[in-house]
Nanobody, 120 residues
Framework: QVHLVESGGGLVQPGGSLRLSCAAS????????MGWYRQAPGKQRELVAD???????NYADSVKGRFTISRDNAKNTVYLQMNGLKPEDTAVYSC??????????????WGQGTQVTVSS
């Protein structure tokens, strides 16, 4: 059984910073893609950023230059450093990993989500 656990969300003022972490536990053979998604009330879930097996990254236009995604393969962990936060960044942030499990299947796994609220 694989579990993804996120941490680091919270309330921050506009212009502030937060760092999200997501650690995978369980029997993991390989992880290719790691990513962060967010969903604001009344809106569809959207990709914030993802990172492939190497260092290739992809960002939503709305967060380019403000957010940085990184990964620690030894710890099966993905991070999202968020700087210059804006009220429109308020959402539930969820991590996603595409990994090979013990059963020999490649599957998407999701964290439970962590709330990020940007407000003065």
């Amino acid at each position: 059984q694989v579990h993804l656990v996120e941490s680091g969300g919270g309330l921050v003022q506009p212009g502030g910073s937060l760092r999200l972490s997501c650690a995978a536990s369980g029997t993991i053979l390989s992880i290719t893609r790691m990513g962060w998604y967010r969903q604001a009330p009344g809106k569809q879930r959207e990709l914030v950023a993802d990172i492939r097996s190497g260092t290739r990254t992809n960002y939503a236009d709305s967060v380019k230059g403000r957010f940085t995604i990184s990964r620690d393969n030894a710890k099966n962990t993905v991070y999202l450093q968020m700087n210059g936060l804006k009220p429109e960044d308020t959402a539930v942030y969820s991590c996603n990993m595409y990994m090979l499990n013990l059963g020999g299947s490649w599957m998407d796994y999701w964290g439970q989500g962590t709330q990020v609220t940007v407000s003065s």
